[in-house]
T-cell receptor, first 115, second 113 residues
């Protein structure tokens, strides 16, 4: 079974600061995809960033970047220059590559950005 | 807007009742996934359909069932409802399997009283 663990139930960061959310996963697969999804109070699930396991280069999307450590099975999300609109639940997720199978989600980290 | 439509957005019903949640996937997407999100369980995968056929099952209760119709919309049927079934139910869809990305609807909030 593949498990995704987010060890930080809640985090807080001040506006304009940088915060890192942690995620670890367990799998015997060699090729897979990892994701961070954001769920703001509107409850819509929004893709933040995606990483393919075979790519060594860490994915970046504007202020969002990941630190992907395949050997350690770690996939952390760094948010730079935090904005009030970044306040949301953040979910880490995993799926084997090209499988079309459902994403396996962690329990989420609630991030609060304060002025 | 993800392109995935779910109805109803909110639903309040009583224990023992039956409800149907509806999902229209993004245009052209063949796969539909149903998830349940409750406070203590996070996002739990329930079931997946691909082009009308059941493809994968997760933690779906026997009281729950789903189907995908020829026009690719899907329905999740919840019966003999219990208080613990109160949750946010998400539908997601995907096109090809190359990216693994799922596109989520806004969810249906079910409250069982």
């Amino acid at each position: 079974a593949q498990t995704v663990t987010q060890s930080q139930p809640e985090m807080s960061v001040q506006e304009a600061e940088t915060v890192t959310l942690s995620c670890t996963y367990d799998t015997s697969e060699n090729n897979y995809y990892l994701f961070w999804y954001k769920q703001p109070p509107s409850r819509q699930m929004i893709l933040v960033i995606r990483q393919e396991a075979y790519k060594q280069q860490n994915a970046t999307e504007n202020r969002f970047s990941v630190n992907f450590q395949k050997a350690a099975k770690s996939f952390s999300l760094k948010i730079s220059d935090s904005q009030l609109g970044d306040t949301a639940m953040y979910f880490c997720a995993f799926t084997p590559s090209n499988s079309g199978y459902a994403l396996n989600f962690g329990k989420g980290t609630s991030l609060l950005v304060t002025p | 807007d993800s392109g995935v439509t779910q109805t109803p957005k909110h639903l309040i019903t009583a224990t023992g009742q039956r409800v149907t949640l509806r999902c229209s996937p993004r245009s052209g997407d063949l796969s539909v996934y149903w998830y349940q999100q409750s406070l203590d369980q996070g996002l739990q995968f329930l079931i997946q359909y691909y082009n009308g056929e059941e493809r994968a099952k997760g933690n779906i209760l026997e009281r729950f069932s789903a189907q995908q119709f020829p026009d690719l919309h899907s329905e999740l049927n919840l019966s003999s409802l219990e208080l613990g079934d109160s949750a946010l139910y998400f539908c997601a869809s995907s096109g090809d399997f190359d990216t693994g990305e799922l596109f989520f609807g806004e969810g249906s909030r079910l409250t069982v009283l």
